[in-house]
């Protein structure tokens, strides 16, 4: 790998692996003693701290929020896996003025700083709403703001699979006799279904973690307040170890439903091609 | 496909994206402008505004150009490589940006503040990362590292080693290699890729918060001082007319992305 | 099911793809439209097939008019040039899809399937993948796909095109002997005369967007209508300023012939021999010979020739 490669690692190691270490090490209380003589690692005492762990994560405050953050998040991803097939055809099989336009505003979410897209919702469905529709301290304003800025991974994980669809396939269908709906549903979608999945896993890990755009919509009352807003308030009261290890609850879902989302589309993927 | 289904779908697209993105993004502007321009520009204008946008760009001044040469490298290694733990390197460049930033703020905090594994010798020195501009940059950093890297490879592996292979039979050497050959090649991959990154730097949020403790003048970028002006000072005027600042350089960002994207076909496929 | 194509015009934004088209397909035939690429002739199909909705002209199927009836009624085969498989599901699926449209009973399919698959030698393969056969498998699945709903025509796209040499040839004679038992009309498009050839008992050949000639393919050979034809259809010279082919012409002593001229190469290939000459007026041609003939008349390079046809010696 040369010196360059030590340096990258290096960096990464500061500023990725190191810190997710520490949380995850204080997460689950984990103590490393000596004894006797060495700091060879057959003298190394480990122990886990899992009874502060499990009750940091089952605080009723830590309940309820990872709750409220994994239905608000499942919800979203499947809405957003819905509507980012429609808009993906839209772009790609549809011809109007204006669609190189549309096909930017997608990425606004992405380039858009979390907190502008929180204050942006709330301009329109905050306090004094010009059309009169007021979503502060509601989970349908949390979940506008997490539509909002997930929106992005679900049509870009579906349009450039979308563009690369072999045509024939459908006009073979066609000729077969089968109509619209049947041609989408059984012989689109099966080709679709794998960026589907990928995009809904992006999106949902996205949106269990997301706090910038709800941080002001949420108006930190505890109906309204997600995981991420609940670990902030802990660090807020620098109970660090508690947002640890309730971070650490939070790691773990995220990285099941990547995971599971990733293997499932892999799997599928590999028959086709 | 029928003409009613077409023009149904192309409704229920574009009322989507009008009632999630489009109307919103219009009233922010209506309400920036709500108490008419001047309004608008002392609020930007003002000492606090300006100290956290300086802030802002100092953080970006540092941690770009660090992440694009990491970026660069990185990719460089990954396609044109071959070692152990190369799939573990590309993955770990995911990580920051598949959780949460609050989280990646705490991680930063549990390492290196006075209570983090190496609080105590960083503190000997003298460095200190919780509520100092530092923490900051590394939060920061932390939370932009991958998107160099993810610009630049599908093009590298794209273009392949045949050109840089060539250039070596005639007899270049690794610099002029790499300046002559590799980086025009990846250019508007690196700058697609340096773009993304500003865009993130200048917003980051939950990660910054954290690690930052929120002190105006010392440790307030702009987007603290957005949620500071609503949640804080009720200076809803001041979140506004900040927010239209950093939405309106995000639209340059996206005109700039826009453009490399006609330049390079295979940008397309980004982040997701 | 006899096919009568009427006048028909189809442009794209620019070109002019298919122009005033007009041909009688016959029923139980086998047709093979030929033509250099960009000729109009994939066009042409899918206006058969209604792919494409032409500009102008009628599609008439069994005196039935189908211009504008959707591809999903017209009770066609079509097979596309890279066979468009569905990938997601396997062959039996596949065969069974345009069945499935239909509503057929699953019983009807199992068999129906079942006894196609043994018609295109594809037994083994019923749950396989199209990913997991070869280019020669996928295309015979595609062939039994759409032979499936039973269809009143069958339109094939470049079925060979895709293919290494010795698989398209025995595809070829298989797809022969395909429709020799099954007298579905074929229609089949290829740029390849020797395919359309070995196969087909009609060809209509097209150029430009138009149909320049058409008929059964010998008579075509031997009287082609214009100098395209002839060198479409196969080997083709000049000679006296006339387009023929080179086995039509041979090579005698110099004083017999009233054309002279010197060989300036020879290149045998196998039992037949390519003999160039420059003749005396600065042209040059070339003459196809067996290699008998080449052996028993001792040429080689540089030597003085006489050159003509070899009707004149039956005149």
């Known amino acids: 790998m040369g010196g360059g490669g030590v340096l990258i690692v290096g960096y990464l190691s500061i500023i990725v692996l190191l810190p997710i270490a520490a949380l995850i090490s204080h997460g689950l209380s984990i103590s490393v003693a000596t004894h006797g003589s060495g700091w060879a690692f057959w003298h190394w005492h480990v122990s886990f701290g899992f009874k502060t762990f499990w009750s940091a994560v089952t605080a009723v405050g830590s309940r309820n929020s990872i709750w409220l953050s994994l239905w608000l998040s499942l919800g979203v991803a499947a809405i957003n896996a819905v509507m980012g097939v429609a808009i993906a055809w839209v772009l790609v099989r549809d011809r109007f003025f204006g669609r190189g336009f549309i096909d930017s505003v997608i990425d606004l979410p992405f380039a858009l700083p979390t907190i502008v897209a929180g204050v942006v919702l709330l301009a329109i469905y905050g306090p004094n709403s010009p059309i009169h529709v007021d979503l502060f301290e509601t989970w349908m304003g949390l979940m506008l703001a997490l539509l909002f800025v997930t929106l992005p991974f679900s049509v870009r994980a579906v349009q450039p699979v979308l563009a690369s669809l072999d045509l024939e396939s459908e006009a073979a269908a066609r000729t077969l006799g089968a109509g619209g709906a049947r041609i989408f549903f059984s012989v689109v979608m099966p080709s679709l279904w794998p960026s589907v999945l990928s995009g809904f896993g992006l999106a949902f890990a996205r949106a269990v973690g997301e706090f910038g755009s709800i941080s002001l919509i949420a108006g930190g009352i505890g109906r309204t307040t997600t995981a991420s807003y609940y670990i902030y308030n802990l660090t807020a009261g620098f109970l660090w170890v508690d947002a640890a290890a309730v971070s650490t609850a939070l790691l773990v879902i995220s990285l099941v439903v990547l995971v599971t989302t990733n293997v499932v589309s892999r799997r599928y993927q590999s028959r086709l091609l | ?272 | 099911m006899s096919i009568s194509l009427s006048h028909l015009t189809k442009h794209y934004a620019k070109t002019h793809a298919v122009q005033d088209v007009s041909a009688e397909i016959k029923h139980g035939s086998l047709t093979a439209v030929l033509g250099p690429s960009g000729s109009g002739k994939s066009t042409l199909l899918k206006l058969i097939s209604g792919l494409e909705k032409p500009d102008e002209g009628t599609v008439t199927i069994d005196g039935e008019d189908m211009t504008h009836v959707d591809p999903r009624h017209r009770d066609i085969g079509f097979c596309f040039q890279h066979y468009a498989p569905f990938r997601h599901m396997n062959v039996a699926k596949n065969v069974a899809f345009g069945l499935k449209v239909r509503k057929r009973p699953k019983k009807e399919i199992d068999a129906r399937v079942s006894e196609l698959l043994a018609l295109v030698k594809l037994e083994g393969k019923a749950k396989s993948f199209p990913a997991q056969l070869s280019g020669g498998e996928r295309q015979r699945m595609a062939l039994a796909r759409a032979l499936a709903i039973e269809p009143r025509v069958l339109l094939l796209d470049e079925p060979f095109g895709a293919l290494d040499a010795v698989v398209r040839a025995e595809l070829r004679h298989w797809l022969k002997e395909l429709h020799g038992q099954l007298h579905v009309t074929t229609v089949l498009v290829t740029h390849d005369q020797q395919e359309a050839m070995e196969v087909a008992d009609q060809l209509i050949v097209m150029r430009a967007g138009r149909v320049v000639q058409s008929g059964n393919p010998l008579a075509l050979y031997e009287s082609p209508a214009t100098d395209f034809v002839h060198e479409f259809l196969g080997p083709s010279t000049i000679f006296e300023g006339e387009v023929t082919r080179p086995h039509d012409l041979e090579l005698v002593s110099v004083h017999q012939g009233q054309v002279k001229g010197r060989i300036t190469s020879i290149v045998s290939l196998g039992f037949e021999a390519q003999v160039t000459v420059e003749l005396s007026d600065g042209t040059s041609t070339w003459v196809q010979l067996s290699r008998n003939e080449l052996s028993a008349m001792g040429l080689r390079v540089a030597l003085l020739v006489g050159v003509r046809r070899r009707e004149d010696i039956d005149a």
């Open chain 2, 1 to 272: 496909m029928t003409n009613t289904s077409k023009w149904t779908l192309r409704v229920v697209v574009m009322s989507y994206l009008g009632v999630l993105i489009g109307l919103p993004v219009t009233f922010l502007v209506v309400k920036a402008f709500g108490h008419g321009f001047g309004a608008f520009w002392s609020e930007v204008t003002q000492r606090d505004a300006l100290d956290a946008l300086k802030l802002s760009l100092e953080v970006a001044a540092i941690a770009v150009p660090v992440n694009a040469l990491v970026g660069v490298g990185a990719a460089l290694l990954i396609a044109r490589h071959d070692f152990v733990g190369k799939r573990v390197l590309d993955t770990v460049f995911d990580v920051p940006i598949a959780i949460s930033p609050i989280i990646i703020g705490i991680a930063l905090v549990l390492a290196y503040s006075r209570i983090g594994w190496f609080g105590a010798p960083l503190a000997r020195w003298g460095i200190n990362v919780l509520f100092t501009p530092l923490g900051i940059v590394l939060a920061t950093m932390s939370v932009s590292l991958p998107y160099v890297l993810r610009s630049i490879l599908p093009v590298l592996l794209e273009v392949g080693d045949d050109q840089e292979q060539a250039a070596r039979t005639l007899g270049a050497g690794r610099f002029r290699i790499f300046f002559q050959v590799t980086l025009p090649s990846i250019r508007w991959a690196v700058l697609y890729g340096v773009t993304l990154t500003i865009a993130r730097t200048l917003g980051e949020f939950g990660a910054v918060l954290v690690v930052s403790g929120n002190i105006t003048g010392v440790t307030q970028t702009l987007p603290i001082y957005i949620f500071d002006s609503w949640d804080q000072r009720f200076d809803v005027l001041g979140s506004y007319s900040g927010a239209l600042v950093l939405a309106l350089i995000s639209i340059g960002v996206l005109g700039i992305l826009a453009a490399l994207k006609r330049r390079e076909k295979k940008l397309l496929v980004d982040f997701a």
